[in-house]
Nanobody, 123 residues
Framework: QVQLVESGGGLVQAGGSLRLSCAASGSISSINDMGWYRQVPGKQRELVATISSGGSITHYADTVKGRFTISRDNARNTVYLQMNSLEPVDTAVYYC????????????????WGQGTQVTVAS
């Protein structure tokens, strides 16, 4: 019932920008950490950025630090990834991730993944 849906991916020229969104839907009690990962076919999924429940603590992979910004809007159960100065090496499927406690009596928090959104950076 709880799911994450990414949007905002697409094709962009090197040096351009994209803003990814990931909205959690369903019966949700609370959401803790949220984050973004990316994966290239044939390679392992790698961490891009994470953000704490209150939005005050963020972490970035060294490869994107200074270019990407993660943020969240708890009123909309949404996490964003602003990507600037995109490079061809950023081409990947981007997945959002969140630890969510469903709105069910005595339910425990679970880790959820979105289905991914393709980002392609052309040189």
């Amino acid at each position: 019932q709880v799911q994450l849906v990414e949007s905002g991916g697409g094709l962009v020229q090197a040096g351009g920008s994209l803003r990814l969104s990931c909205a959690a839907s369903g019966s949700i009690s609370s959401i803790n950490d949220m984050g973004w990962y990316r994966q290239v076919p044939g390679k392992q999924r790698e961490l891009v950025a994470t953000i704490s429940s209150g939005g005050s603590i963020t972490h970035y992979a060294d490869t994107v630090k200074g270019r990407f910004t993660i943020s969240r809007d708890n009123a909309r159960n949404t996490v964003y990834l602003q990507m600037n100065s995109l490079e061809p090496v950023d081409t990947a499927v981007y997945y959002c991730n969140a630890e969510i406690r469903p709105a069910r009596f005595l339910s425990l928090a679970n880790l959820y993944w979105g289905q991914g959104t393709q980002v392609t950076v052309a040189s």
